[in-house]
């Protein structure tokens, strides 16, 4: 069992920046493909982005360019920076962990149910 727990939300004006951390509690983080995911009030949950066991990171088209996915394996924490924020970037973001194991190279999933542990979620709120 792996417990995300994720911080650093909050109120920010357009084009300002936050930075989310996401801490995880598995010994094996570093075989864990991590991504994020938000989800606004009355749509869907969307993929973000994600981070490979190798460091390979992907972004959904819409962000590319504005937020930078990390990892951190000492720490146990993936990050997301977010740079030049727009009110359509408001919304609940999730950190996800899939298992996928040292072989697995460049590998990611954007789908929601491709992954096995969620966090319970941060505000982003940015305002016009």
């Known amino acids: 069992q792996v417990q995300l727990v994720e911080s650093g939300g909050g109120l920010v004006q357009t084009g300002g920046s936050l930075r989310l951390s996401c801490a995880a509690s598995?010994?094996?983080?570093?075989?864990?493909?991590m991504a994020w995911f938000r989800q606004a009030p009355g749509k869907e949950r969307e993929f973000v982005a994600a981070?490979?066991?190798?460091?390979?990171?992907y972004y959904a088209a819409s962000v590319k360019d504005r937020l930078s996915i990390s990892r951190l394996n000492a720490k146990n924490t993936v990050y997301l920076q977010m740079n030049s924020l727009k009110p359509e970037d408001t919304a609940v973001y999730y950190c996800?962990?899939?298992?996928?194991?040292?072989?697995?190279?460049?590998?990611?999933?954007?789908?929601?149910?491709?992954?096995?542990?969620w966090g319970q979620g941060t505000q982003v709120t940015v305002s016009s």
């Open positions: 996800a962990a899939k298992e996928t194991g040292y072989s697995s190279g460049n590998a990611y999933y954007t789908g929601t149910n491709e992954y096995t542990y």
């Open positions: 598995a010994r094996t983080f570093s075989r864990h493909t």
């Open positions: 981070i490979s066991v190798s460091y390979s990171a």
